[in-house]
């Protein structure tokens, strides 16, 4: 299964968000994790080794977002996590159409 979590705010927040990839992972060594994250906690979670890749939104710019969009439909994911409690998360989960 693959499994989208958007966390883009800060460290802190992400390190709440780790028990529950852990726990994913437990259940399900084949299961590949990916994130979306922040400036602010790109750097860490590219240095966790339980996920397998870091998508960054770079900016509040409308084309950064429509580039991050079209990056994310290349993949196909089973389940999205909203754990930013987002807008722009919601509706990237919507138009990514998960299982």
Not at 58 to 65: A, G, N, V, Y
Request: glycine share 2%.
């Amino acid at each position: 299964m693959n499994y989208l979590i958007f966390r883009t705010d800060r460290i802190g927040d992400f390190l709440i968000t780790s028990s529950l990839i852990t726990a994913i992972k437990r259940n399900d060594i084949k299961s590949k994790i990916f994130i979306v994250a922040s400036r602010k906690n790109e750097d860490f979670i590219k240095k966790y080794n339980l996920v397998d890749k870091v998508f960054l939104l770079k900016s509040k710019s409308i084309l950064d977002r429509i580039k991050l969009l079209l990056e994310l439909r290349e993949y196909k994911f089973n389940n999205i996590i909203i754990a930013d409690k987002k807008n722009r998360s919601i509706l990237f989960a919507i138009l990514l159409n998960a299982e």
